[in-house]
Nanobody, 114 residues
Framework: QVQLVESGGGLVHSGGSLRLSCAAS????????IGWYRRSPGKQRELVAR???????NYADSVKGRFTISRDNAKNTMYLQMNSLKPEDTAVYYC????????WGQGTQVTVSS
């Protein structure tokens, strides 16, 4: 059974930083598509960052230069380092992994105050 457990969300002032973690069990993240989505009230779900099977990385234009996605295969954990946070980054962030199906973390709230 694949499980993704997120941690690291919270409340931060504008300009601050947070690092989200997503620990996987039941599968290995190496060689899988992994990434982060977010959902804000009244907005559609947005792909924030993704690492493809080949290792290429994609970011939403809104986070380029501020967010960094990474993974530690030894810890079977993916990360999202978020710097220079803005109030519009406020959302629930979900990690995901695609293998033979799509698996999701439980979501973690990130709130950026102005």
């Amino acid at each position: 059974q694949v499980q993704l457990v997120e941690s690291g969300g919270g409340l931060v002032h504008s300009g601050g930083s947070l690092r989200l973690s997503c620990a996987a069990s039941g599968t290995i993240i190496s060689g899988k598509i992994i990434g982060w989505y977010r959902r804000s009230p009244g907005k559609q779900r947005e792909l924030v960052a993704r690492i493809s099977i080949g290792g290429s990385v994609n970011y939403a234009d809104s986070v380029k230069g501020r967010f960094t996605i990474s993974r530690d295969n030894a810890k079977n954990t993916m990360y999202l380092q978020m710097n220079s946070l803005k109030p519009e980054d406020t959302a629930v962030y979900y990690c995901y992994l695609w293998a033979t199906g799509t698996y999701w973390g439980q979501g973690t709230q990130v709130t950026v105050s102005s």
